[in-house]
T-cell receptor, first 113, second 116 residues
Framework: GAVVSQHPSRVICKSGTSVKIECRSL??????MFWYRQFPKKSLMLMATSNEGSKATYEQGVEKDKFLINHASLTLSTLTVTSAHPEDSSFYIC?????????FGSGTRLTVV | AQTVTQSQPEMSVQEAETVTLSCTYD???????LFWYKQPPSRQMILVIRQEAYKQQNATENRFSVNFQKAAKSFSLKISDSQLGDTAMYFCAFMKSGGSNYKLTFGKGTLLTVNP
């Protein structure tokens, strides 16, 4: 089956610093990856769609300059939260689209202090 | 634009009993997929079941089955012989078919608790 690896699982950073989250498809090529944000006991909110080799498509209301997405290869997409602030604290999940359908990473809990 | 509605924020069921989670959706698409995902306390999203809209037969995966009513735009999930491990948040999701980059539209979720 398809496996998506997401790292780190937890990260604590200081306000004003940047944090990078990686999402890797381990056994399949993912032309499209999705990044979600999830608040406690809430649904997944799509932030952006990234396609390999092209610029990400951001959902309305998501700051492109704060949430930088790079999808440089068919197996790796990264989300960088720049100049993080406490309000960016959340659970971030990636998902990759492949022949098996959509596979989700295990998520990253970001805490900005 | 598609919308997915889950009208039951929380539900509970006794172990070994059956429970049905509701989901309705709205779309103008004729070809699409519907999904139920489970998110246990670990927060890993797990695909429970998938239904292609063109298939009249309801999908079944072991103890999980759906009641897909296309005309009514309804897609409920039935869990039989509930187990403690079924305790999780359940999300209904919609995706139009025809491409690999189509996004999933999620409902708000139903928190299911299975009691011993």
């Amino acid at each position: 089956g398809a496996v998506v690896s997401q790292h780190p699982s937890r990260v604590i950073c200081k306000s004003g610093t940047s944090v990078k989250i990686e999402c890797r498809s381990l056994d399949f090529q993912a032309t499209t990856m999705f990044w979600y944000r999830q608040f406690p006991k809430k649904s997944l909110m799509l932030m952006a769609t990234s396609n390999e080799g092209s610029k990400a498509t951001y959902e309305q209301g998501v700051e492109k300059d704060k949430f930088l997405i790079n999808h440089a290869s068919l197996t790796l997409s990264t989300l960088t939260v720049t100049s993080a602030h406490p309000e960016d604290s959340s659970f971030y999940i990636c998902s990759a689209s492949g022949v098996y359908g959509y596979t989700f990473g295990s998520g990253t809990r970001l805490t900005v202090v | 634009a598609q919308t997915v509605t889950q009208s039951q924020p929380e539900m509970s069921v006794q172990e070994a009993e059956t429970v049905t989670l509701s989901c309705t959706y709205d779309t103008s698409e004729s070809n699409y997929y519907l999904f139920w995902y489970k998110q246990p306390p670990s927060r890993q999203m797990i695909l429970v079941i998938r239904q292609e809209a063109y298939k009249q037969q309801n999908a079944t995966e072991n103890r999980f089955s759906v009641n897909f009513q296309k005309a009514a735009k309804s897609f409920s999930l039935k869990i039989s012989d509930s187990q403690l491990g079924d305790t999780a948040m359940y999300f209904c999701a919609f995706m139009k078919s025809g491409g690999s980059n189509y996004k999933l539209t999620f409902g708000k979720g139903t928190l299911l608790t299975v009691n011993p």
